[in-house]
Structures are given as C-alpha cells and as structure tokens.
C-alpha cells in the first residue's frame, strides 16, 4: 500500500502560479503510475495530468501549456507546477498512485491523497 500526502496549495490571484508536491511512502514504486486529479465544488473529480512510470505524461486539455507534472524518484515525490493559473482552476487537487506502469484513466487507482485546496482569486 502506498501512503500519499499533499501539500502546496493555497490562495493565489489569477496569473500566479503554485506547485504542489505529493509525498509517496510506503510500497512505493519509480515504476508506478502517479498523477493529479481536481474536484471543483458541484463537478464531478478530473484529470489534470498524469505520469507513467517510464516517464510518459498526460495533459488535460484545461492545463496544457501551463501545468507540467514531474517525479523526483529519489526522494519520492509527485510535483504538478502550476502556471497562468485562472478561476476555473479552483478545486481540491488529488495525488493518486496506481500499481501499473503506465496510466490508464479506467483504473480503480490504489491510492490516493486526501487532497490539496488550490484557489484562484480574480
């Protein structure tokens, strides 16, 4: 089991920028897909991008060209570097963990944060 814990979020003006970390302890694997979702109040949870464990990325359409997802896997953490950032992209940000290599949006994913709040004021 993998244990993920969030953290970077806050209040930030629209343009600003956040990145947000997602500390991975426990059964943890380089080769572990890994990658963020949001929840916005009303909506139903979405991707925001994803990480496959030998590198590949995906992008939702919303974030493309200012978000970019990242690892460190030496020290296990899942980063999503947040730029331009709009109203629109006020939510609660999860960090998830599968135990396959490459992501897959039809998963039951095996482990998830308890998210991170990220809001942009205009």
């Known amino acids: 089991q993998v244990q993920l814990v969030e953290s970077g979020g806050g209040l930030v003006q629209a343009g600003g920028s956040l990145r947000l970390s997602c500390a991975a302890s426990g059964s943890t694997s380089r080769f572990n897909a890994m990658g963020w979702y949001r929840q916005a109040p009303g909506k139903q949870r979405e991707l925001v991008a994803a990480?496959?464990?030998?590198?590949?990325?995906n992008y939702a359409e919303s974030g493309k060209g200012r978000f970019t997802i990242s690892r460190d896997n030496t020290k296990n953490i899942l980063y999503l570097q947040m730029n331009s950032l709009k109203p629109e992209d006020t939510a609660v940000y999860y960090c998830f963990s599968d135990s396959v290599v490459h992501f897959r949006p039809d998963r039951q994913f095996s482990s998830w944060g308890q998210g991170t709040q990220v809001t942009v004021s205009s």
């Open positions: 990480i496959d464990g030998v590198g590949g990325t």
